[in-house]
């Protein structure tokens, strides 16, 4: 069992999160681990290589997180980084997208509170926010 693994059953016993929340917070905090994305840095560098630099910097900075769609959440990830958050999650490939879209601004906002990358232990903060909005 991996750290994140841990992170997301030792959440969902001190919240009672039931096991389909869970699911999604386990998925998601896949999206900004180290892996493939290559964390948060690395996730928002996709964002801006593919033209939505301005809406990833909307998250980061001070102010209003500007939308983002499933279709442009595809056009970042991938097919393989949604089929992948979709099995850990449970949702259907089809609804990954848009939850993805729903969750991941506020989730980014809350990671930098001070409108940058922080170092360190992201992933209880992340944590934290993903659990108050469940």
């Known amino acids: ?51 939505l630099g ?8 001070h102010g209003q997180n500007e939308t983002v769609t499933g279709d442009q959440i595809k056009q970042v990830l991938g097919a393989d980084k949604i089929k992948e958050f979709a099995e850990k999650s449970g949702l259907p490939v089809e609804e990954a997208p848009n939850k993805i879209a729903e969750i991941l601004p506020g989730v980014v906002d809350k990671l930098t509170p001070e409108g940058k990358i922080p170092e360190g232990d992201i992933f209880s903060k992340g944590l934290d926010y993903l659990k108050s909005i469940f």
């Open 1 to 51: 069992m991996g750290i994140l693994d841990n992170i997301v059953n030792k959440a969902e016993e001190l919240t009672g999160i039931g096991t389909g929340k869970s699911k999604i917070l386990g998925a998601m905090s896949g999206l900004l681990g180290s892996g493939q994305t290559g964390g948060l840095t690395g996730l928002v560098e996709k964002f801006k290589q593919n033209g």
């Open 54 to 61: 301005n809406v990833v910097s909307s998250w980061i900075g």
